[in-house]
């Protein structure tokens, strides 16, 4: 039996599924520099997540540890992301959140520096990716926040959106996206879709401008 306070092969078989979707991910240049983290729920208590400052385009099973949802590091003495406090605030409040991905792609990242408040996506066939939205006739909002190094801060810039209503991502400004889904496959669903959808409402403003 393990003496560790999770179970390691679950661990293992979540650090694969991270691994092989953030290669992807990184591939499509959505995460430069070192630059993105990315979280799976473990259990009720615990996530793996990425190390802080690793090549996301270069993981292996080195680069995942497992936080507890006070952001410790349990069972290794990694750093963990800086941006852990993101993850396990989401975790904590949606039992039903089992993978959290953040990004830096170019699109998340112009548009979070144009639109200020938020980005109104609506009419879009596209917003039935978002889980729950079942007509292109929905419209639905994706928030902007302030950038800001000071992680509680945004985490309870974020706790005010989330008491507000559904939300499946928001942007931070000049830094990029946050997305999540009750597994992989979801999370990855919403973070594409909203990828898509930025890039078109900026070319929609390009076209705009032109003319
Ligand atoms: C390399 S700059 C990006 C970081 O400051 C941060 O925003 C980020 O996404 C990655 O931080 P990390 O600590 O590796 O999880
Ligand atoms: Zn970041």
Redesign the pocket.
Known sequence: MSALPYDPQRLHELAGELIANVRELAQLGWTP?????FSSRLDERHAAI?????D?GRLVEDDIMVVDFDGRAVGSDH??????LLHTQLYRRFPDVGCIL?T?SHNQTVASRIFSRSVRLKGYELLKAFRGNETHEAAIELPVLPNSQDMPTLAAKVEGLLDRGPLWGYLIQG??LYAWGRDMAEARRHLDAFEFLLGCELDLRRITTVH
């Open positions: 520099a070192t630059s993105s983290n990425t190390v802080s400052g690793r996301k750093r963990p992301s800086a941006e852990t953040h830096h830094h990029g």
